[in-house]
């Protein structure tokens, strides 16, 4: 997909040589932003994959300090303590919808099939609480002008391409008020079986 990307960018660098009325500024800003595009794709998902990483680390040490502490507390004293218990099984609940938030941002971002439509989810998923994200909302306006700043014709259909293929998939939801939101993945359904009658 790069080397495409790279014949593509040279491609219009040609033409934009050989134009007479071209304007060299505009279209060496073009350049130069589709590059930068085409590079932060590839560190932006690696960047994801160590936070997850990281995350998935910091969980598992945190189950197994709670392990200890519950055995060392179990030893050291014959009874549990009831305020004791319920700290324990409050850690143990926060950590188990860490897990659920994480499931659900990776079951999401697995329906991404382009770099546009993994960007658009990394968006909307960062203001999704379910997922993992902080509270807020984010506008399909707002989308546009963060994916594609410039108002690049390609760029912008890009984004609008990537929100409407997962808004069809069932991965989003767009409000009528331009409110872009990720939908709660759903277990599959399926027709009753002969079996089930």
């Given amino acids: ?110 329906s991404a099939h382009t770099p546009a439509q993994r960007q658009v989810l990394r968006a909307v998923l960062d203001v999704t609480p379910w997922a993992g994200g902080v509270p807020g909302e984010l506008r399909y306006t707002q989308l546009l002008d963060r994916l594609a700043p410039g108002g690049d014709a390609a760029g912008e259909m890009s984004v609008h391409r990537a929100i409407w293929t997962l808004a069809e998939a069932g991965v989003l939801a767009v409000s009528p008020h331009g409110v872009v939101s990720a939908a709660p993945t759903r277990a599959p359904q399926a027709l009753p079986g002969p079996a089930d009658r």
């Fill in 1 to 110: 997909m790069s080397e495409r990307r790279t014949l593509t960018t040279l491609i219009r660098l040609g033409r934009a040589l050989t134009d007479p009325d071209a304007d060299p500024a505009r279209d060496a800003a073009q350049v130069a932003r589709r590059t930068v595009q085409a590079l932060s794709e590839p560190v932006h998902e690696a960047r994801a994959g160590l936070r997850a990483r990281a995350r998935d680390l910091r969980d598992r040490a945190s189950q197994r300090a709670d392990e200890r502490l519950e055995r060392l507390i179990t030893e050291r004293r014959g009874e549990q303590n009831p305020e004791v218990l319920a700290l324990l099984e409050q850690r143990r609940a926060a950590r188990e919808a860490r897990t659920r938030q994480e499931d659900a941002r990776r079951t999401l971002m697995s």
